[in-house]
């Protein structure tokens, strides 16, 4: 079994501050993570993923994410917000060998202040 | 973008009568899904397909029913839909266990 914690479903930042989302996950096997974002009114989209490799990932606009195999997390950061930024945040856990469907957590919302 | 098209974008019905969701893809995926996504609960898997004809039940399937006889195609039928259905439904699709590629949803009013 997987599953995803994301800790705060509200995160408020000012502009040019450093932005940290959490996710902790638990799997029994290696995970595949990822984060997705979502803007008002559309659909997800990948921001980065981890599968295998380098623990830290670089994704779009900025964002990267390191995966903590010790910690059971994959967090997710960005040195400085913009406005746009402000988006609904998803973690994403899915295990490398057996099922393939994945297991979200339940979001983020990110809100940046000019 | 990946090319996946979701219909209708919008739509308004009564409780009682079936509805039918229609989630079309260019990008030939094996996996095709169905979420519903409602505030506090994130993204809730509803049915998922791993081929033509090959579907399976997710966490919350009771009331909902899919099919798909296309690869490109992926039905999601509500039998006789109730004010609990009222949300926005996206449909997914993946070619492994790698990243999905998302629809721009549709959101789904049951009055």
């Known amino acids: 079994a997987q599953s995803v914690t994301q800790l705060g479903s509200h995160v408020s930042v000012s502009e040019g501050a450093l932005v940290l989302l959490r996710c902790n996950y638990s799997?029994?096997?290696?995970?595949?993570l990822f984060w997705y974002v979502q803007y008002p009114n559309q659909g997800l989209q990948l921001l980065l993923k981890?599968?295998?490799?380098?623990?830290l990932v670089k994704g779009i606009n900025g964002f990267e994410a390191e995966f903590k195999k010790s910690e059971t997390s994959f967090h997710l950061t960005k040195p400085s917000a913009h406005m746009s930024d402000a988006a609904e945040y998803f973690c994403?856990?899915?295990?490398?060998?057996?099922?393939?469907?994945?297991?979200f957590g339940r979001g983020t919302s990110l809100i940046v202040h000019p | 973008d990946a090319g996946i098209t979701q219909s209708p974008r919008h739509k308004v019905t009564e409780t009682g009568t079936p509805v039918t969701l229609r989630c079309h893809q260019t990008?030939?995926?094996?996996?095709m899904y169905w979420y519903r996504q409602d505030p506090g609960h994130g993204l809730r898997l509803i049915h998922y397909?791993?081929?033509?004809?090959?579907?399976d039940k997710g966490e919350v399937s009771d009331g909902y029913s899919v099919s798909r006889s296309k690869t490109e195609d992926f039905l999601l039928t509500l039998e006789s839909a109730t004010s609990s259905q009222t949300s926005v439904y996206f449909c997914?699709?993946?070619?492994?266990?790698?990243?999905?590629?998302f629809g721009p949803g549709t959101r789904l009013t049951v009055t």
């Open positions: 997914a699709i993946s070619e492994t266990r790698d990243e999905q590629y």
């Open positions: 799997s029994s096997v290696p995970p595949y």
């Open positions: 981890y599968t295998t490799g380098a623990t």
């Open positions: 994403a856990v899915t295990a490398s060998g057996g099922s393939y469907i994945p297991t």
């Open positions: 990008e030939n995926h094996r996996y």
């Open positions: 397909s791993y081929g033509v004809k090959d579907t």
